[in-house]
Nanobody, 121 residues
Framework: QVRLVESGGGSVPAGGSLRLSCLAS????????MGWYRQPPGKQREQVAT?????????????QGRFTISTQNGISRHNAKNAVYLQLDSLKPEETADYYC?????????WGQGTQVTVSS
């Protein structure tokens, strides 16, 4: 079982920045990647950024150039202490959402409890 704990959310004005953290613990076997999703109020959850164990990074078009996903020393397939971060710059009011961390193993997805980001206009 994998446990993900997010932190770093908060309230910022438009144009502000935040840094989200996700710490993974537990028994990780064959991890393929980790990532960040978000769910604005009343909307569906959407992918923001992902990173694989081969360090392949992908961003949603809407955040390209403003958000940065990173790790401490890459993502280990079998390390119980993986950490992934998301730097959010130039935030927009429409990016107000709950941000969730995801870890992907073969046939299993693990989600964190989410951290709230509020961007005021």
């Amino acid at each position: 079982q994998v446990r993900l704990v997010e932190s770093g959310g908060g309230s910022v004005p438009a144009g502000g920045s935040l840094r989200l953290s996700c710490l993974a613990s537990g028994r990780i076997v064959g991890l393929q990647g980790m990532g960040w999703y978000r769910q604005p109020p009343g909307k569906q959850r959407e992918q923001v950024a992902t990173i694989t164990t081969d360090a392949v990074v992908r961003y949603a078009d809407s955040v390209q150039g403003r958000f940065t996903i990173s790790t401490q020393n890459g993502i280990s397939r079998h390390n119980a202490k993986n950490a992934v971060y998301l730097q959010l710059d130039s935030l927009k009011p429409e990016e107000t959402a709950d941000y969730y961390c995801l870890a992907v193993e073969p046939n299993k997805h693990y989600w964190g409890q989410g951290t709230q980001v509020t961007v005021s206009s």
